[in-house]
């Protein structure tokens, strides 16, 4: 199974969360988006702890089966496509979390996050260990 980190996952993942820790050791592959590693670098940048958080990512990222993802142009389409798709059924969501959605569309994979608004998006499977 592949699944796509939301930041929320994996902020909760670094604070210990043991049914996410679980849940990551018995997966093939995981996502993480340019846009949630920027959402994580926005974090640090005003957070106390910014060399530490970055150099925790970066072993994160080194981590067999950890893969970063880049935007793509067909997710670039599949966001648009969203974004259409949410506003006429009338359940707008944040920006970044439709590029996040859009990600793990495109790469075929569960999204692990923490937030209820990801079930707006059709065919999206999440996961909140």
Known sequence: MKVCMDTNA???????HAPLTQLLESVDEVMVPATV???LHAGFEMGTSREANRRQLGEFLALPGVEPVAVTPDMAERYGLLVSQLTRQGTPI??????????ALETGARLVTY????QHVHGLITLSP
Do not use: C, K, Q, V
């Not at 944040?94 to 990600?103: G, L, Q, R, V």
């Not at 937030?115 to 990801?118: E, G, N, T």
């Open 115 to 118: 937030d209820a608004h990801f």
């Open 94 to 103: 944040p920006t970044n979390d439709i590029w996040i959605a859009a990600s």
């Open 37 to 39: 590693l920027g959402e």
């Open 10 to 16: 994996y902020s909760r993942l670094m604070r210990g």
